[in-house]
């Protein structure tokens, strides 16, 4: 009596072998694909119309450090913000932080400014896995640089809930 074959074992290594090609080339032009998708590679920055009158030069390049690589109309984007789908988180996290405030725009639009110390006090803002991460390590405060911070911005019109504007005038 003749026993019926399950394949012979080079078959089942040719077969396991084209499915892990298979798969690469699918991951290959799904990730060709992506890259087609404009979304993330406009880099066109809103005007700048005026930041906020610091309370000085420290507070500013605190500031500028720890918060302009999202807050404002001056990011340097990362060598990995032009690959999607990299490119599309840089590119949300940036919009996202613009829509709460710009500090570029603070003349004419101040945004959420006045929640700028209690995000730097409460430690959301600069998130910690900025520097953790690689993502933008400058952003990365000591406690006496916070503490440096806070106390430049609660001088620097604007960024308290006191009421007034950068520019002197009071907000509604």
């Not at 080079?10 to 799904?30: K, M, P, T, Y």
């Not at 720890?66 to 990362?78: L, N």
């Not at 959301?124 to 690689?134: C, D, E, I, K, L």
């Amino acid at each position: 009596m003749a026993r019926a074959r399950h394949g012979h074992p080079r078959d089942s290594r040719r077969e396991a072998r084209n499915a892990v090609i298979a798969g690469i080339a699918v991951l290959v032009v799904g990730f060709g694909l992506m890259q087609a998708m404009p979304y993330g590679r406009d880099r066109t920055a809103p005007p700048v119309t005026g930041e906020p009158t610091w309370s000085s030069v420290a507070t500013r390049d605190l500031m500028v450090r720890a918060c302009y690589q999202c807050h404002s109309s001056e990011v340097k984007y990362p060598a990995h913000a032009g690959i999607a789908p990299t490119s599309w988180a840089v590119q949300w996290q940036i919009e996202e932080a613009r829509g709460a405030v710009n500090y570029s725009q603070f003349a004419t639009d101040p945004g959420r400014a006045d929640d700028t110390i209690e995000v730097i006090r409460n430690g959301s803002m600069p998130p910690a896995y900025f520097a953790r991460f690689g993502i933008n390590p400058e952003a990365k405060l000591t406690d006496a640089e916070r503490a440096a911070l806070i106390t430049g911005l609660e001088k620097t019109p604007g960024m308290s809930d006191s009421g007034e504007r950068g520019d002197g005038r009071r907000r509604d």
